[in-house]
Nanobody, 126 residues
Framework: QVRLVESGGGSVQAGGSLRLSCAASRYTGNVACMAWFRQAPGKEREGVASIDRFEDTTYADSVKGRFTISLDNAKNTLYLQMNPLKPEDTARYYC????????????????????WGQGTQVTVSS
């Protein structure tokens, strides 16, 4: 069973930055796709960004230009650099992964991912 463990969340003021990490218990060099999702209280889960094994990335419009997703296969760790943060970025952030081949690697398709972490909380104050 693959484990994904997120870390790096916290409380910051608007305009600040955070870097989230997601450590995988399986080698990520042959992963098909990994992604970050978030869910705010009372809202549906939404995809934020995704990256495939070739390091092609996609971003939701709400975070494009502010967030950067990256993958360090030497550490089996997925990252999400977030800067500058806005109050509307407040949510619990989850990483997800799939090693089986997928038709399309995208944050848009949550059903694609077979493995999920427990999440890390990000709170941005104005």
């Amino acid at each position: 069973q693959v484990r994904l463990v997120e870390s790096g969340g916290g409380s910051v003021q608007a305009g600040g930055s955070l870097r989230l990490s997601c450590a995988a218990s399986r080698y990520t060099g042959n992963v098909a796709c990994m992604a970050w999702f978030r869910q705010a209280p009372g809202k549906e889960r939404e995809g934020v960004a995704s990256i495939d094994r070739f390091e092609d990335t996609t971003y939701a419009d709400s975070v494009k230009g502010r967030f950067t997703i990256s993958l360090d296969n030497a550490k089996n760790t997925l990252y999400l650099q977030m800067n500058p943060l806005k109050p509307e970025d407040t949510a619990r952030y989850y990483c997800a992964a799939v090693w089986d081949r997928v038709a399309t690697c995208s944050y848009r398709y949550a059903f694609t991912y077979g493995y999920w972490g427990q999440g890390t909380q990000v709170t941005v104050s104005s």
